[in-house]
């Protein structure tokens, strides 16, 4: 496969592939400030392989920030990644550089056998004053969530997270406690009964465990006695 390392090729490359009917669409969806090529993901993904076929750590070491695009093709081969410290590396830098939800929800932890590491770059990114960088940082608790010796320390952190203001890290935490529920229910319930999340992070988590296929009727309606007015 053919191998970039001069950032203005591939930009021609990437350039080539946009899309001008869902560019209006992709910046309305993510509301990201970047530049946007509306290609779409699944194009992005093939790419992002294809790279990954040659020296892909040079090509993320080239920094195309660029484009909308560019971001996600960077998630996807710092996913690819396997040794902690080289993936910390990359996501320290790619946290501080992505504005969007769809940047940070691209991307996936591989926390078997490493648990620590990952739970303590959670705590690390959930303490940061930009928001897509606590956002990651509570995105990652997703898989621990069925680790029993870790669902109490994902209370307490969500916990932390009473004061938050911006919307795309209250989402997440509201998805978070959503999941949580699915996955660990009898502790979840118990948490419930004396947790401090927002008005806004309870309700939205209560609101999308009633949307769910994966919750039963009774407990629908158990969970409404939990809901902030």
Known sequence: MKQYKNIDEFQSYLKSLENKEKIERSKIITKTTLPVLGINNPTLKNIAKDIYKNDFLNFLDLMIWDYYENTIINGYLINKIKDFNTFKHYLDIYS??????????????????????????????????????????????????????????????????????????????????????????????????????????????????????????????????????
């Open 96 to 229: 501080k550089k992505i504005d969007n939800w769809a940047s940070c929800d691209v991307l996936k932890f591989n926390v078997k056998n490493n648990e620590e590491s990952f739970f303590n770059l959670s705590l690390e990114y959930s303490q940061s004053n930009l928001p897509f960088v606590r956002r990651i940082g509570m995105y990652i608790l997703f898989d621990f969530i069925k680790i029993d010796n870790y669902i109490n320390k994902i209370f307490h952190q969500l916990d932390t997270f009473t004061y938050e203001k911006h919307y795309y890290v209250n989402m997440m935490n509201a998805w978070l406690l959503c999941e949580c529920f699915i996955k660990q229910r009898d502790l979840t319930l118990k948490y419930l009964n004396n947790h401090k999340l927002n008005t806004f992070t309870i309700n939205k988590a209560i609101q999308k465990c009633r949307e769910s296929y994966r919750v039963n009727k009774e407990d629908k309606e158990l969970l409404l006695k939990y809901k902030k007015r």
